[in-house]
């Protein structure tokens, strides 16, 4: 092929990879000796000064000049493209990569924009690796090597880099050496990998740094001609910095044989290329001018494209010779670029070769001028094992390199990347704080919310002394180290009580049924402990035990009050829950699959509450005779037989709500399941038709309705003196017209009859209670944990009673929501609150012709916590009776505990909803 068709091949950035697939036998100058110059270094400009250095040298438009205007058809950043030049015979090798604007700013492109600092610093350290191994590959089959920098002064990161690729070199010969072991060039070729140490020239670029001043006309301001030009001056002075800083580091010895490159000794080895200029519009405008101008000497045809010749005008000045006017006065004239060249080059195609060592005994190094077709079968080899391997595996040091070589790659990290081996010292240094500071005022075992704790203050003491691209990697690091430091015997157990207190041992298990306890094992076999006691009162209140925090809802509501059941109340009549009848030897708890339990308490609860009201006055009459014959409403719950009442059948139930069809059902007038059991309590938002295998609530009547004596109030220990009274409420049974009133105060009696003498009646207070009204009391309860028990008759009002007897009616309580918790009179000495809860309710119901009936709907939360009731919704109370209710210790959904309000929690939240007592005359 053609000479000028090379240069059109060339010119369309043909890649080496390309040139290398090509079968070399196809060429013309396959046989021909040729000298290999490669082409590195950094560049300023989107129009790479690479590209235009190789287009003056061959005098053609070999590459672009605006390579940023031509569609990328390679991919990565680091790209060789090579241009042989058979007139020269020279062979160009140029390395682009992302030290040059253009690539650079397409890897900038394809970085995310979310990546982290450390992501980031490891992108830009791969693609730092990835420059390294084309540069070695470009030192193992280039003669002469050219350094472009597009600043005048030299650039100090080169001599970490060079000291990095010598070190690799050392590393992976071996490998080369079987790489190219049957190739057909020299022995020494084979031995080094490569044709002989190559020779480092630099190009640097002026850009305008030194200027100098036009010679002033006065004869007295003349000073002596030096015989050196400034910018000779600077290159010598920048060859003597380049060559001391290289001895100082090693990287240039004595023997050329055994360094990664050379410099001549008594040649010059840096060109300074003069500027274009500091304003680019003038340059653009000047540009113009010249391209408008028409010259003599271009009006005969010239080679090459027009653009290139347009374009070459501009560029031509930094290349060629600058100006002969200073060689009158005895100044040397500067050389051009090629000539500078040149001399390295000749040496080379004439086989004289570089004798580059120094020193008393140098030794010589080989040299091997290769006919390009042997050229081409090294150079294939070495760019199968050294590049291609990572071509569809960009920007990520993996892929089909063998394991050996790509080991040696992690050395490179101890030169490139100082930023991360100071950030390594650093945040190792970092870590002994941190953990010191994790690991200060700890207990032997805490929990979650102290790990967390501690753990945010190590990592501000860490974060004050860590920087880098390592302080994520030891941040997790740290986290690591913490976790395994609290999960190593440290960790106190995460449960916590009904009370919300949390277990005080250790991580542990807990026992099986059957199965005791073995804190010797690891992990121990315990059951929870908050080492918190409180003293409680039985289900009737006449006897108070110390009890432990509780962990379970069984415990809280039920085990406790058997115990004490045992010893107490345990031959008293009560009313008995509907608990869970399991028909299978196996039952299991319900799963919440409804929609109802997977949303909040439903909105409307107060609207349904007032339709219940409204529904109680039209079932009076249904209750009044189910009643009247011993019989309750309901099927599930029921009263022992009432050795009172008229019906002989005290088995039979449902009577009522087979009276009055058109009754709404509730939840335990549906048939409830008997083989799946509700593993909570009930709630507004539990599935329907379910019962719990325990109540717990309790019912229990303490004796006839004159066991209670009004003047002394409640004989029950614990009580906080003046507040053990019951508050009256007077019940309308019957209502009499004015003119009877007024007849039977008025009226003289009939002939021969008598005058009526009137019942004996009871004086309380100022006012006298009247035959048609009946007197019934009630008492809300509460208690501490310290067993501190009083009563309350209103909202947030403690009783006090100083005289026989209260005064305040229980209308006002009865028609209020009454909190479920209320600050104890009895405070400690600490800072925390100490709160009593409403545990107990006491009804006397006297002998008379009324029914009372209990509806208690608790809300231990603001919503959406739901509405807590009994088994039963609506529970008959008997007359004649003193009977007490008492609530659950704790509440407990599916979802987990409803714990007792913390500190600046508004206690009316926690309430127990009026309506809880309702009166129907008979």
């Given amino acids: 092929r053609s000479s000028g068709g090379t240069a059109r091949e060339m010119a369309a950035a043909k890649a080496l ?197 036009p010679k002033c006309l006065d004869p007295s301001n003349l000073d002596k001609p030096k015989k050196h030009s400034p910018k000779r001056r600077l290159q010598h002075a920048l060859e003597d910095q380049i060559y001391r800083i290289f001895r100082k580091s090693r990287v240039l010895t004595n023997q050329s044989i055994n360094c990664l490159f050379t410099v001549p000794a008594n040649q010059a080895f840096v060109y300074v290329v003069a500027g274009q200029g500091d304003d680019p519009i003038s340059m653009l405008i000047g540009q113009l001018k010249n391209n408008c101008t028409i010259r003599e000497h271009e009006s005969l045809p010239v080679p090459g494209s027009r653009r290139y010749q347009m374009m070459k005008h501009v560029r031509q000045p930094s290349f060629i010779l600058e100006s002969s006017l200073n060689s009158s006065s005895g100044q040397l004239v500067d050389c051009t670029l090629k000539e500078f060249l040149w001399q390295h080059v000749d040496l080379v195609l004439t086989k004289k070769g570089f004798e580059d060592s120094v020193g008393r005994n140098p030794q010589p190094s080989h040299f091997e001028l290769p006919a390009y077709k042997n050229w081409l079968a090294v150079a294939s080899k070495l760019y199968e094992v050294m590049i291609n391997w990572r071509e569809d595996e960009l920007g990520f040091l993996s892929g089909d390199l063998s394991s050996k070589i790509q080991v040696q790659l992690k050395g490179l990290e101890g030169f490139l990347d100082a930023d991360n081996k100071f950030s390594e010292n650093r945040c190792q240094k970092a870590l002994p704080l941190a953990h010191s500071a994790y690991q200060s005022n700890l207990p032997h075992h805490y929990t979650t919310t102290i790990h967390k704790n501690q753990l945010a203050q190590a990592l501000r003491v860490y974060s004050q002394h860590a920087r880098g691209p390592a302080f994520q990697k030891y941040a997790m690091q740290l986290h690591e180290d913490c976790y395994k430091f609290w999960s190593n015997g440290h960790q106190l157990c995460e449960e916590r009580s009904l009370t919300d207190q949390h277990c005080v041992h250790k991580f542990h298990l807990l026992p099986k049924p059957g199965e005791k306890p073995e804190p010797d094992r690891n992990p121990p076999v315990l059951y929870h402990n908050s080492r918190a006691r409180s003293t409680s009162s039985c289900n009737c209140g006449r006897r108070q035990a110390p ?46 699959d409804s929609t109802a339990s997977t949303l909040p308490p439903q909105e409307g609860e107060g609207e349904k509450m007032k339709e219940k009201e409204a529904q109680t006055q039209g079932e009076s009459t249904s209750l009044s005779l189910a009643l009247s014959l011993g019989q309750s409403t309901d099927s599930l719950g029921t009263f022992p037989p009432d050795p009172h009442a008229g019906g002989d059948n005290p088995d039979a139930h449902g009577q009522g709500g087979e009276a009055k069809p058109e009754k709404r059902p509730s939840v335990v007038d549906r048939q409830v399941s008997t083989v799946e059991y509700l593993p909570g309590m009930l709630n507004s938002s539990c599935p329907k038709g379910l019962l719990p295998k325990f109540s717990s609530w309790s019912f229990i009547k303490l004796g006839p309705s004159k066991a209670y004596n009004f003047h002394r109030g409640l004989d029950q220990c614990g009580f906080i003196p003046g507040t053990n009274y019951l508050m009256p409420w007077d019940i309308v049974i019957k209502t009499r017209s004015d003119d009877e009133v007024d007849m039977d105060s008025n009226s003289w009696p009939a002939p021969n009859k008598s005058v009526p003498v009137k019942r004996a009646s009871t004086v309380i207070g100022r006012g006298r209670r009247r035959d048609d ?150």
Avoid at 578 to 584: D, E, G, L, R, V
Avoid at 777 to 798: A, H, L
Avoid at 888 to 911: H, I, W
Wanted: proline share 10%; net charge neutral.
């Fill in 547 to 592: 009890r432990d925090d509780p962990f379970d809802i069984k415990s809280a509501n039920y085990d406790f009050y058997q115990l004490q059941e045992e010893k107490c109340c345990g031959k008293l009549e009560r009313f008995y829950f509907p608990i869970f009848q399991p028909s299978t030897p196996d039952p299991a708890p319900a799963k919440n």
């Fill in 17 to 213: 990879s390309a040139a290398l697939a090509s079968d070399s036998e196809e060429v013309a100058w396959k046989d021909e000796e040729m000298c290999v110059v490669g082409i590195f270094g950094k560049t300023s400009e989107l129009s790479a000064e690479k590209y235009a250095i190789v287009n003056t040298l061959c005098d053609k438009p070999v590459f672009p000049l605006y390579p940023s205007l031509v569609n990328d058809h390679h991919q990565g950043n680091n790209l060789l493209q090579s241009y042989y030049n058979q007139d020269s015979k020279v062979l160009y090798l140029l390395l682009t990569a992302v030290c040059d604007n253009h690539q650079l700013l397409q890897a900038c492109r394809a970085l995310a924009d979310d990546v982290s600092h450390a992501e980031a610093h490891e992108y830009w350290k791969g693609e730092e690796k990835l420059h390294c191994i084309h540069l070695l590959y470009l030192f193992s089959v280039s003669h002469i090597l050219l350094l472009v920098h597009p600043t005048c002064s030299f650039d100090i990161t080169y001599d970490r880099l060079f000291r990095a690729l010598d070190s690799l070199r050392q590393k992976v010969l071996p490998y080369l050496k079987s790489t190219i072991k049957d190739c057909p060039v020299g022995k020494e070729w084979r031995l080094n990998c490569r044709p002989c140490p190559p020779r480092l020239l630099f190009v640097f670029q002026l850009n305008g740094a030194l200027k100098v001043e």
């Fill in 773 to 922: 009204i009946a007197r019934a009391f009630v008492g809300f309860e509460y208690e501490d944990s310290r067993g501190r028990r009083f009563m309350c008759s209103g909202p947030e009002k403690i009783m006090k009673v100083m005289g026989s007897g209260p005064k305040e009616s229980a209308i006002k309580a009865l028609s209020s929501d009454m909190p479920l918790y209320i600050l104890s009179p009895s405070q400690g000495r600490g800072l925390k609150p100490h709160y009593a809860q409403l545990m107990r309710l006491f009804i006397v119901v006297p002998d008379a012709p009324l029914q009372i009936m209990l509806t208690p709907q608790v809300q231990p939360g603001p919503p959406p916590c739901p509405v807590f009731y009994p088994e039963r919704q609506e529970i008959p109370v008997p007359p004649d009776g003193l009977w007490v209710l008492r609530f659950p210790y704790a509440c407990v959904t599916d979802r987990g505990p409803c714990f007792p309000p913390k500190e600046n929690q508004p206690l009316m939240s926690y309430r127990v909803q009026r309506g809880i007592l309702k009166a129907i005359p008979q």
